[in-house]
């Protein structure tokens, strides 16, 4: 049996959320990699466009979502909400567990909720071309169906060995019409010094930053796009959680615990930020943010100022970080590869709102294989952190015979991560578990901000 809750289309949210002005504290401010001093708007125009520039500093809590993303939203949106019956009967928990499914878009995950309001806000703007980074190709392919369907030329720097393990990704790029360059590429100075350092280098999301920023910045109609971390992305991704939370009213209920996968952050962000609204009238609940024990930004990483890119080009951020030249192991998750965090998800961690825990990815995939085998969907390897992590809580439930209500992100499918299921059932796959020296070597190389 499963139960999913369907809205029509007149549900799409008309507006995402901005949870800036619902922080605890002030933001600190985004300091310019140069001069070493606050970011202006002039600073971001040569990559940015004006509209995405003012979002990302918005302190209006509720921002309109313009009429043609939302008329390409109704494609997919709103996605289903699922209660999780027969995984519940595996477990025997007495847990309700329901998960938001991301992977019904047209580029299976959430990325799109980011990627067509970008790629149509620097349309407007008059911009030609948009370059981007990608890890395990879900945001590469969106920007590239984005681009496609706004009449823009697209660029993807994609982390070398995600293009290695995921080439249908890679595909995918190409067949909506993006030029996909393997990162640390020879196309940049940025990617020509790694490779002149590391000629084997795997790259990682900060070397493909560096490398798209660069291309963005030397050609005037080129901008650049992220896929997460940046405050602009994480409100796109709210209309997530605000249907979810619709649904849940649908099914008479509330999650106890919001749990979501968290890379770069839009994802968890973009699930948990409605529902942490919510506490202001008095509701309980907590939001917890699962990672990747190879690339634990969160978990271990220190809460301080760092460049959000290897080669220190783009802008410097208070986050959570293990240091922009952090290069973690290849694992699966690519998309969580990220040596920082989100500014806004790391000023709710570290004020307490939010909990984090990390998992090595052989665990992950144990509760993938079961998860799959229960509820018939093959998980992301990236959301198969949050898999896992729902499956505890809902352990942890039946352990203390508690009734706890689950709801879970599953950010989108992994039908093209097969190389990783394979290595998986094979018994291949290895757990990577990053030094604590390294990541104190990579942290004694922070910017010295003083602001």
């Given at each position: 049996m499963q139960t999913k809750i369907l809205l029509d289309e007149s549900h799409i949210p008309k507006a995402w959320y901005n949870i800036i002005p619902d922080l605890p504290g002030p933001l600190a401010p985004v300091i310019n990699p140069r001069t070493l001093q606050p970011v202006t708007p002039d600073d971001l125009l040569p990559i940015f466009p004006m509209a995405l520039i003012e979002q990302e500093v918005s302190t209006q809590r509720w921002i309109p979502i313009p009429d043609e993303v939302r008329d390409i939203y109704r494609s997919w949106r709103p996605s289903p909400l699922f209660r999780a019956y027969r995984l519940e009967q595996a477990l025997g928990t007495p847990a309700k567990i329901y998960y938001k499914y991301e992977g019904v878009s047209p580029a299976g995950s959430h990325k799109p909720n980011s990627a067509i309001p970008q790629a149509w806000y620097n349309k407007q703007a008059g911009i030609r071309r948009l370059a981007t980074e990608t890890g395990?190709?879900?945001?590469?392919?969106?920007?590239?169906?984005?681009?496609?369907?706004?009449?823009?030329?697209?660029?993807?720097?994609?982390?070398?060995?995600?293009?290695?393990?995921?080439?249908?990704?890679?595909?995918?790029?190409?067949l909506w019409g993006a030029e996909v360059i393997p990162s640390p590429s020879e196309f940049?100075?940025?990617?020509?010094?790694?490779?002149?350092?590391?000629?084997?280098?795997?790259?990682?999301l900060g070397i493909a930053i560096s490398e798209a920023v660069e291309d963005a910045a030397s050609h005037p109609d080129t901008n650049y796009a992220l896929g997460s971390v940046l405050n602009?992305?994480?409100?796109?991704?709210?209309?997530?959680?605000?249907?979810?939370?619709?649904?849940?009213?649908?099914?008479?209920?509330?999650?106890?615990?919001?749990?979501?996968c968290c890379g770069g952050g839009?994802?968890?962000?973009?699930?948990?930020?409605?529902?942490i609204a919510d506490?202001?009238?008095?509701?309980?609940?907590?939001?917890?943010?699962?990672?990747?024990?190879?690339?634990?930004?969160?978990?271990?990483?220190?809460?301080?100022?760092?460049?959000?890119?290897?080669?220190?080009?783009?802008?410097?951020?208070?986050?959570?970080?293990?240091?922009?030249?952090?290069v973690p192991p290849g694992i699966h998750a690519g998309g969580l590869r990220y040596h920082g965090e989100s500014p806004l998800v790391s000023q709710l961690y570290h004020a307490g709102a939010i909990e984090a825990?990390?998992?090595?990815?052989?665990?992950?995939?144990?509760?993938?294989?079961?998860?799959?085998?229960?509820?018939?969907?093959?998980?992301?390897?990236?959301?198969?952190?949050?898999?896992?992590?729902?499956?505890?809580?809902?352990?942890?439930?039946?352990?203390?015979?508690?009734?706890?209500?689950?709801?879970?992100?599953?950010?989108?499918?992994?039908?093209?991560?097969?190389?990783a299921y394979d290595a998986y059932l094979s018994g291949g796959l290895e757990d990577y578990e990053y030094p604590e020296a390294l990541i104190r070597a990579s942290l004694e190389r922070l910017p010295q901000v003083n602001v």
């Open positions: 395990a190709g879900q945001w590469g392919s969106s920007l590239a169906l984005a681009c496609s369907l706004f009449g823009l030329e697209c660029t993807v720097y994609m982390v070398k060995v995600s293009c290695t393990q995921k080439p249908y990704r890679r595909s995918m790029m190409q940049t100075n940025a990617g020509r010094t790694i490779l002149a350092h590391d000629p084997e280098s795997p790259g990682s602009h992305v994480c409100l796109h991704q709210t209309v997530i959680g605000l249907e979810a939370k619709e649904q849940m009213a649908i099914a008479g209920t509330y999650p106890d615990v919001v749990i979501a839009s994802n968890f962000a973009g699930l948990a930020f409605p529902f506490r202001a009238t008095g509701k309980q609940v907590r939001c917890l943010a699962v990672e990747p024990a190879s690339c634990p930004t969160l978990t271990k990483g220190v809460y301080a100022f760092d460049y959000g890119d290897t080669a220190q080009m783009a802008p410097i951020a208070m986050m959570y970080t293990l240091g922009h030249d952090f825990k990390a998992y090595k990815q052989t665990a992950c995939f144990e509760g993938a294989l079961l998860f799959a085998r229960s509820e018939g969907i093959v998980p992301a390897p990236e959301s198969s952190h949050a898999v896992r992590a729902a499956i505890d809580e809902a352990v942890l439930a039946k352990e203390e015979g508690k009734e706890k209500t689950i709801l879970f992100g599953l950010s989108g499918h992994g039908q093209l991560d097969m190389g």
